[in-house]
């Protein structure tokens, strides 16, 4: 059956083009939408995200490429695709709605709201049916079209009150003065979060937040306080160790899924690796420490090969997905490493990188090893060099030889997909 495209297929984003083939009647954001639902007297469907986004996907394969969802969202509402990196105005504004009425947000973001866009219910990833506590959105649908129906008073109102309540936080003006107790306060909120056994701050998922080990190094620099400095360097070797870095094709994932730094959401973003680069950068000119230089040096090699357009500019993001898998290209299992590296090499690798025969990257939904690995480290170089009776150097030389033996062998594999866009 041919598919007939929506009203997508003529924008330039790559995310909305990937929704231009779905069922649902698409709009972008445009006046058309909006007097559409006027005229029709319907709400608008709104969903932002972006095109490496995993759960986007989700959604879209679930929900959005399904015709007897659509069908129901075609009847009920018009619907409006936004991608967050085209448009980060729109994004900023709902997401504050998002995470006002339901305490934390996410993409894709989904928001429901009234013609003239004031939202009235929002939320993030929906399954098609009801799972894990989540309405579903076929019954979603149902009930936002009952209530748009039958409780309108209450629904403009509860919008209303909600467009009210944005408005008075963005007009907040403060009337404090920025001294020294403010930094100090920071300071105290981020020792009493740290997390001393891996880095980092709070527990799982875990994000790198760059800009907060950036502004722990500038209290070091104005306090000399050791303990600033020493969560930024626990959080970056940590950070570093673990599955979060892609140790064979460099550049950091967008976050960890766990406390340990091991478990990657396996997309990587251009702006989190700039902002990493500037944090080891920096933090190599404090501690004059190789480790924190070669890293920074190793994101630059990544986003020249990788995210570089040939006539200037960056890409936006690699996705976590490859045929359909997340981080099925970054996987290693022991055989394959066996297979592509002579003995002596394969074990190496493997005691390097703690390959486990059954592998150590669990399926969840079946709560089963797959003998995949994620590659991370335990120890330091210098502790791996001790216990191979190399010196540090000839350990990195041998290191650095067969990992890119390891690199050629999975170019080859297919790539997740590339978000081209350039955003100035």
């Known amino acids: 059956m041919e598919r007939k495209p929506n009203k997508l297929i003529n924008e330039k984003s790559p995310y909305l083009l990937q929704h231009a083939y779905n069922p649902v009647d698409w709009y972008p954001w445009c006046d058309e939408a909006f007097e559409k639902a006027k005229k029709e007297d319907k709400p608008i469907f709104l969903s932002i995200g972006y095109s490496t986004c995993h759960w986007c996907h989700v959604m879209e394969k679930e929900s959005f490429e399904d015709e007897e969802v659509a069908k129901l969202m075609n009847e009920t509402f018009v619907s409006i695709k936004v991608d967050r990196e085209e448009r980060p105005d729109i994004d900023g504004v709902y997401m504050s709605v998002c995470q006002m009425i339901t305490g934390s947000g996410g993409w894709p973001l989904t928001i429901v709201m009234t013609p003239d866009k004031k939202p009235f219910f929002t939320g993030t990833y929906f399954p098609k049916y009801n799972q894990f506590g989540r309405i579903g959105m076929i019954e979603l649908v149902q009930k936002l079209n009952e209530i748009w129906k039958n409780r309108r008073e209450e629904v403009l109102k509860s919008a209303e009150e909600i467009t009210k309540s ?102 990587k973003m251009l702006y989190d690796n700039a902002l990493l680069l500037m944090t080891f950068s920096e933090c190599y000119q404090i501690t004059k420490n190789e480790f924190y230089k070669s890293t920074a040096e190793e994101i630059v090699e990544y986003v020249l090969r990788d995210m570089t357009h040939p006539e200037g500019g960056f890409y936006s993001a690699e996705d976590a997905d490859s045929e359909g898998e997340e981080g099925k290209f970054y996987l290693w299992t022991e055989d394959e490493i066996r297979q592509l590296l002579p003995p002596n090499e394969a074990d190496f690798i493997i005691k390097v990188f703690n390959i486990q025969t059954n592998g150590n990257w669990y399926d969840e939904p079946r709560g089963v090893k797959t003998g995949n690995n994620i590659l991370h480290l335990k120890k330091s170089y210098k502790q791996l060099a001790e216990e191979l009776t190399l010196t540090e150097t000839d350990f990195l030389f041998r290191l650095q030889t067969i990992r890119k033996k390891m690199f050629e062998w999975r170019e080859k594999r297919i790539h997740p997909h590339k978000d081209d866009k350039i955003l100035t």
Do not use: C, Q
């Open 166 to 267: 944005l408005t008075l936080v963005s007009d907040k003006k403060s009337d404090e003065g920025i001294d020294e107790k403010i930094l100090d306060k920071a300071f105290d909120e981020f020792s009493r979060r740290f997390d001393n056994e891996f880095g980092g701050f709070g527990n799982a998922p875990k994000f790198p937040t760059p800009h907060n080990l950036l502004f722990l190094m500038r209290y070091f620099k104005r306090t000399r306080n050791p303990n600033a400095l020493a969560m930024v360097e626990k959080t970056l070797t940590e950070m570093r160790k673990g599955g979060i870095y892609d140790h064979i094709g460099f550049g950091f994932a967008r976050y960890s899924t766990d406390r340990y730094w091991l478990v990657p959401h396996f997309e």
